[in-house]
């Protein structure tokens, strides 16, 4: 089946930095990715949607400017939190499409806990 | 806009016994729906979907959900339990047309013990 690549599982950094979140579709052309964040016990709630060569499209409240986004290539998505502090601790969790079929199933990575101290 | 409700924050349930999971759904028009597993850090895995056709649904691991119009409602169900069927299982929903943006549920843990 599809497979969904994100890297890495998980990071801790210092608050300041920035940390570069990649999503590779392995075996399959991804126009389309979304981005994901996850808080403890809460749902999942959709940050951008990344379509290759064009700018991502991103949800009301989530800071283009924080959450740069980058589809440069059919198989690859990154996501990069700039200047990253403690209340962007969060799971993240990258999905594709797999442009190939008609079907409307998104594999999913794995997830990146990301810890900022 | 779309919105889906999931009532339980958990589901206890013994092996061997059925267990079912509720999701009511919110969009206007017809929907697709979808059943997610998350385990322990890790992402997502897929279920199943409701598209269009039969309102009862197998999926994969032994689960099956049933699409209920009138209720607006998606519960994943299994007849049988499996202690390693212990996850967090998240229901979604998109609209039948337009942008492909899925939206969440909460999430309901299923716990299954032995």
């Known amino acids: 089946g599809a497979v969904v690549s994100q890297h890495p599982s998980w990071v801790i950094c210092k608050s300041g930095t920035s940390v570069k979140i990649e999503c590779r579709s392995l075996?399959?052309?991804?126009?389309?990715m979304f981005w994901y964040r996850q808080f403890p016990k809460q749902s999942l709630m959709l940050m951008a949607t990344s379509n290759e060569g064009s700018k991502a499209t991103y949800e009301q409240g989530v800071e283009k400017d924080k959450f740069l986004i980058n589809h440069a290539s059919l198989t690859l998505s990154t996501l990069t939190v700039t200047s990253a502090h403690p209340e962007d601790s969060s799971f993240y969790i990258c999905?594709?499409?797999?442009?190939?079929?008609?079907?409307?199933?998104?594999?999913f990575g794995s997830g990146t806990q990301l810890s900022v101290l | 806009a779309q919105s889906v409700a999931q009532p339980e924050d958990q589901v206890n349930v013994a092996e061997g016994n059925p267990l079912t999971v509720k999701c009511t759904y919110s969009?206007?028009?017809?929907?697709?729906l979808f059943w997610y597993v998350q385990y322990p850090n890790r992402g997502l895995q897929f279920l199943l979907k409701y598209i269009t056709g039969d309102n009862l649904v197998k999926g994969s691991y032994g689960f099956e959900a049933e699409f209920n119009k009138s209720q607006t409602s998606f519960h994943l169900k299994k007849p049988s339990a499996l202690v390693s069927d212990s996850a967090l299982y998240f229901c979604?929903?998109?609209?039948?047309?337009?942008?492909?943006?899925?939206?969440f549920g909460t999430g309901t843990r299923l716990l299954v013990s032995p």
């Open positions: 979604a929903v998109r609209r039948h047309t337009g942008f492909q943006k899925l939206v």
């Open positions: 969009v206007s028009g017809n929907p697709y």
């Open positions: 999905s594709a499409r797999d442009s190939g079929l008609a079907n409307e199933k998104l594999f």
């Open positions: 075996d399959f052309q991804a126009t389309t």
